[in-house]
């Protein structure tokens, strides 16, 4: 009568949100790994390139968290992955949970190429101008 949903299905592969392992985000926020492990905001477009380099079935979907209040391109983005094969075993077997996928792509995110160049740029900060210091103005005697 219905059909049995199995784990290769991906309506059962896990969700990953760029705001569960977002520093600037809190646990009621959403961030769901430590503060420690958490990396500064994080794209959906890196946690697809490293689930994907991790041997995991990766899906980009344009959806948001629930509790995401900034509605902006930067902020959008869900990433589907398979977590375990039809048989229950997971299909990276040193990742074996949920909380372990996280962790690891947190680790990744500062050693990817675009995290690298984007903060080895020199600060365009312009060098403030010289003002010269000025003293009383003198006044002519009354």
């Known amino acids: 009568m219905y059909d049995r949903l199995t784990s290769d299905n991906e309506a059962r592969w896990a ?3 760029p705001v569960y392992i977002n520093v600037k985000r809190t646990l009621r926020q959403g961030r ?10 994080p794209t959906s477009q890196e ?12 899906k980009l979907e344009k959806k948001m ?5 900034q509605r902006d391109l930067q902020f959008q983005g869900c ?6 094969q039809a048989d229950g075993r997971p299909v990276n077997p040193d990742l074996p949970n949920r909380e372990a996928v996280f962790i690891y792509a947190a ?3 500062p050693k990817l190429k675009s995290r690298q160049t984007r903060s080895n740029l020199p600060n365009q900060e312009s ?3 010289n003002k ?3 003293g009383k103005k003198k006044r002519g005697h009354r």
């Open 127 to 129: 060098a403030p101008a």
């Open 15 to 17: 969700s990953f949100y």
């Open 107 to 109: 680790s990744l995110i």
């Open 79 to 84: 990433v589907r992955f398979q977590l375990k």
């Open 47 to 58: 946690i697809y390139e490293i689930l994907k380099n991790a041997a995991f079935n990766v």
């Open 65 to 69: 968290h629930p509790r995401e209040s």
């Open 32 to 41: 769901r790994i430590p503060l420690a492990k958490a990396v500064e905001n």
């Open 132 to 134: 010269q210091a000025r």
